[in-house]
């Protein structure tokens, strides 16, 4: 199973509201990450997990928060986010850093 | 920074190869070569990658360039399915293996 989920596929939100983004993979992958796509744009890279350990935060606002409570699961709580925060959020992970990633299918994220 | 340069997009006949060119002229002697592609509506997949030889696998052929400032995508047989985003990339293993996505080249498979 080479699978990675991610919940929900649609999220409308306004810009007051907390909301968190799920992700879930049963592999036995040690790094966990989350990615940021502007429509027509390349994926950025927001936060990497290791080991349930933030390692890497490419400078994201403090409006997106992650956590990793265990080594399957990575969320992303957006707590006042702004329109330009829409985008399609990925989720990836792999085995140790340094190996093959495997992406979810994302979430579309729309902020009113 | 995207360290990678491609075509914006390229065309393809079905059933016949395509190669998708990448130069990286800047590559230092850590940086693995990496190729993910996106089919629309999907997170990224992994395709191939590698260091200085020519690597095969099910999906593509890499061919990597004797100075390595250049490599070269090669899918043998394309199908309207390799319709996608294909991005080259470079990993360096000291900049904590981070996959950086340059703009890609679109690829479009003509029946």
């Known amino acids: 199973d080479t699978e990675v989920t991610q919940t929900p596929k649609h999220l409308v939100m306004g810009m007051t509201n907390k909301k968190s983004l799920k992700c879930e993979q049963h592999m036995g992958h040690r790094a966990m990450y989350w990615y940021k796509q502007k429509a027509k744009k390349p994926p950025e890279l927001m936060f990497v997990y290791s080991y349930e350990k933030l390692s890497i935060n490419e400078s994201v606002p403090s409006r997106f928060s992650p956590e990793c409570p265990n080594s399957s699961l990575l969320n992303l709580h957006l707590h006042a986010l702004q329109p330009e925060d829409s985008a399609l959020y990925l989720c990836?992970?792999?085995?140790?850093?340094?190996?093959?990633?495997?992406f979810g299918p994302g979430t579309r994220l729309t902020v009113l | 920074d995207a360290k990678t340069t491609q075509p914006n997009s390229m065309e393809s006949n079905e059933e016949e190869p395509v190669h998708l060119p990448c130069n990286h002229s800047t590559i230092s002697g850590t940086d693995y070569i990496h190729w993910y592609r996106q089919l629309p509506s999907q997170g990224p997949e992994y395709v191939i990658h590698?260091?200085?030889s020519n690597v095969n696998n099910r999906m593509a052929s890499l061919a990597i360039a004797e100075d390595r400032k250049s490599s070269t995508l090669i899918l043998h047989r394309a199908t309207l399915r390799d319709a996608a985003v294909y991005y080259c990339i470079l990993r360096d293993v000291y900049d904590g293996n981070k996959l950086v996505f340059g703009a890609g080249t679109i690829l479009r498979v003509k029946s």
């Open positions: 990836a992970s792999s085995q140790l850093r340094a190996d093959t990633q495997y």
């Open positions: 590698g260091l200085t």
